[in-house]
Nanobody, 115 residues
Framework: QVQLVESGGGSVQAGGSLRLSCAASGRISGISGMGWYRQVPGNVREFVANIRMNGATMYGDSVKGRFSISRNKAGNTWYLHMSGLKSEDTGVYYC?????????WGQGIQVTVSA
């Protein structure tokens, strides 16, 4: 089975920066893309960013120009670089791995931005 573990979360002041990491382990095959979502209590999980194996990226409208996604050469670690953080960016961030016929999620990591 595939396991994903997020790291790099924490508390920052508005305008600050953080880098989240996602490390994947286990049997991995048929990768379509790697990405990040976020969620606040009571709300649906929101798309943040995705990167495909060819390097193409997509971003949610609320984070365009402030966040960027990248991955290592092996494709088993990916990152979310966050800058110009706002209080509304606060939430639990989840990394995900999209594969043919499956979708794997990490446990999530808290990001708190104080105004």
């Amino acid at each position: 089975q595939v396991q994903l573990v997020e790291s790099g979360g924490g508390s920052v002041q508005a305008g600050g920066s953080l880098r989240l990491s996602c490390a994947a382990s286990g049997r991995i095959s048929g990768i379509s893309g790697m990405g990040w979502y976020r969620q606040v209590p009571g709300n649906v999980r929101e798309f943040v960013a995705n990167i495909r194996m060819n390097g193409a990226t997509m971003y949610g409208d609320s984070v365009k120009g402030r966040f960027s996604i990248s991955r290592n050469k092996a494709g088993n670690t990916w990152y979310l670089h966050m800058s110009g953080l706002k209080s509304e960016d606060t939430g639990v961030y989840y990394c995900n791995l999209n594969r043919i016929g499956s979708n794997t999620w990490g446990q999530g990591i808290q990001v708190t931005v104080s105004a």
